[in-house]
């Protein structure tokens, strides 16, 4: 069985929230275990959950959930490009998938909120597809 991290922003939790509630049931329905969840501030904070995760070593692999909403500035784009960056070095780094469930950039708000479903299944599923093809968990 694939033992699961999930990470999750706080921020924009009217998206974020439903989001790690159907990744919950997605990660029991394809049979694999949540073992640890953590919250964190914002999107650019997953990074270094994701590394103490990693690191602990009772993980499989690792679903990270947020959502960048676009504002005036080009913000969201460089919290999008630093953070994805850094998730895959992790994923590299340790030998374990990091999937990302994070919303945008570029990306309003109903928009995240219309995709709260897929953005939750295809994570969910890329770390647990993912794992079981490089036999771990």
Known sequence: MVKL????SEFSWDVVGPMVEFAKRHAEFLGAELVREVLVP???????????LLSEGKVDAVVTLGAVIEG?????EVIMQHTTRKLMDLALEYGK???LGISGPGMTRLQALDRVNEYARR????AV?????????
């Open 97 to 99: 998938p990091v999937a």
């Open 42 to 52: 914002g999107v650019w904070e997953i990074p270094v959950a994701v590394k103490k």
């Open 5 to 8: 991290g999930l990470v999750a």
């Open 123 to 126: 994570a969910v599923e890329s």
């Open 72 to 76: 005036e500035t080009e913000h969201d």
């Open 129 to 137: 597809k993912t794992a079981r093809k490089l036999g771990i968990g």
